[in-house]
């Protein structure tokens, strides 16, 4: 009898704690995206080879942050970073639609929306285009271990390094 309850008992245990270990193991091996913003060196090799495969990215372009908002896969869509821009991409007719933003167009980046633990931020970037035009774009970004936070402080950080290196030789040369 105590034979028989024990069996029953570990086979309940192997289908409440094996769920779990297969998502671990999933995400870990990058099947599945990981729930949080990811720094570089972090992010699974098998995601950033689907993401040059969906043409988001170049083969050899460095991405230093990444998040996806996919459940199963990456290729509902997602932001990254890499030193020269910041990007999001989305799923549009069964094709990759990518919204890229260099840093030396950046106006401002603005944290909009933090609403909760178990719902993505809102990063707002502010930009120029070539021809002085603003808009913006929204990142959505996870809140889970405050990376949102750092992905803010590193962004702005990026940006005005940018600006900064487009200004110098502007200022640089009126000083002659």
Do not use: N
Not at 27 to 42: A, K, Q, T
Not at 43 to 57: A, F, S
Not at 109 to 124: C, K, M, N, P, R
Request: net charge negative; with cysteine.
């Amino acid at each position: 009898m105590h034979k028989i309850v024990l069996g029953c008992g570990a086979g309940c245990l192997c289908l409440v704690v094996g769920p779990f270990i297969a998502l671990v193991v999933a995400i870990e091996l990058g099947f599945v995206p990981d729930p949080m913003v990811l720094r570089e060196s972090e992010i699974p090799d098998r995601q950033l080879e689907k993401l040059v495969e969906m043409d988001v990215i170049d083969p050899y372009e460095q991405v230093l942050y990444f998040y996806s908002w996919g459940m199963v896969s990456i290729e509902v869509g997602g932001v990254l970073v890499t030193p020269e821009r910041l990007a999001i991409y989305f799923e549009e007719d069964d094709q990759p639609s990518v919204w890229s933003v260099d840093f030396e167009d950046v106006e401002s980046i603005e944290l909009t929306a933090e609403d909760s633990y178990w719902e993505d931020a809102v990063l707002t970037v502010d930009y120029r285009d070539g021809e002085g035009e603003e808009y913006s774009l929204e990142l959505w970004v996870s809140t889970y271990e405050d990376r949102h936070e750092e992905l803010l402080v590193k962004l702005r950080e990026m940006a005005s390094e940018a600006r900064a290196e487009v200004l110098e030789p502007v200022l640089g040369a009126s000083e002659d």
